[in-house]
């Protein structure tokens, strides 16, 4: 309306604001006497906010749908963290996840990781246990996808891993690897983990 008044020129005149009051139901403001340059000032500032609100529409839509794409990524990210964190062992971050089961050999060498304080060698993890390095690796590749997290490094052309420590964390409250207390013991005995 104020740009109405700008329009005009100034003030409105008593008779525009009188014509509102005798307006009656059926009859349009022409028939009432409502001055033609007026209807047509406030019909170009109807669809001047019509025009507006519409280009209003557009944009909330256009963020709606911005913020629904962004959700789906969330929930996308959220599902590969809840992937990660079985893989790590726990679901939920509180109840361990199992890892899949393990071979003998694949036992022997989670034991020597376990017990191993940091990283180690591939090629020790081979001779402790009596078998190739070609061997070692496989072991140890396998070890990993079956959930048991590794970490593994070169150093100076030398292979080394280590297990996680949460995950050893984890082993120790729950035998989440479950591995044989038989095994433990006759590895301790035969000296392979020390």
């Not at 590969?80 to 694949?106: F, I």
């Not at 190739?132 to 590749?141: E, N, R």
């Not at 050893?168 to 690897?177: R, S, T, V």
Request: a negative charge; aromatic letters at 6%.
């Amino acid at each position: 309306m104020l740009d109405l008044f700008r329009k005009t020129g100034g003030p409105l005149k008593d008779e525009t604001l009188t014509f509102y009051p005798e307006h009656k139901p059926g009859r349009s403001p022409v028939q009432l006497g409502a001055p033609v340059h007026l209807l047509k000032l406030i019909r170009e500032e109807l669809d001047d906010h019509r025009v507006t609100i519409n280009q209003n529409t557009e944009e909330i839509q256009a963020n709606h749908e911005a913020v629904y794409q962004l959700s789906q990524k969330l929930d996308k990210l959220h599902e590969m963290l809840e992937e990660l964190r079985g893989k790590l062992g726990t679901s939920n971050g509180s109840e361990p996840q199992r890892v899949e089961p393990m071979t003998l050999r694949e036992q022997e060498v989670f034991l020597l990781l376990y017990t191993a304080n940091g990283f180690i060698s591939e090629r020790e993890v081979s001779e402790r246990l009596g078998v190739s390095d070609k061997s070692v690796v496989q072991f140890i590749t396998t070890l990993m996808e079956k959930g048991v997290p590794i970490t593994r490094k070169v150093h100076y052309q030398e292979s080394y891993v280590k297990l996680d420590q949460q995950f050893k964390e984890l082993q120790a409250k729950a035998n989440i690897a479950g591995i044989s207390p038989q095994l433990t013991l006759a590895l301790s005995t035969r000296g392979a983990l020390q």
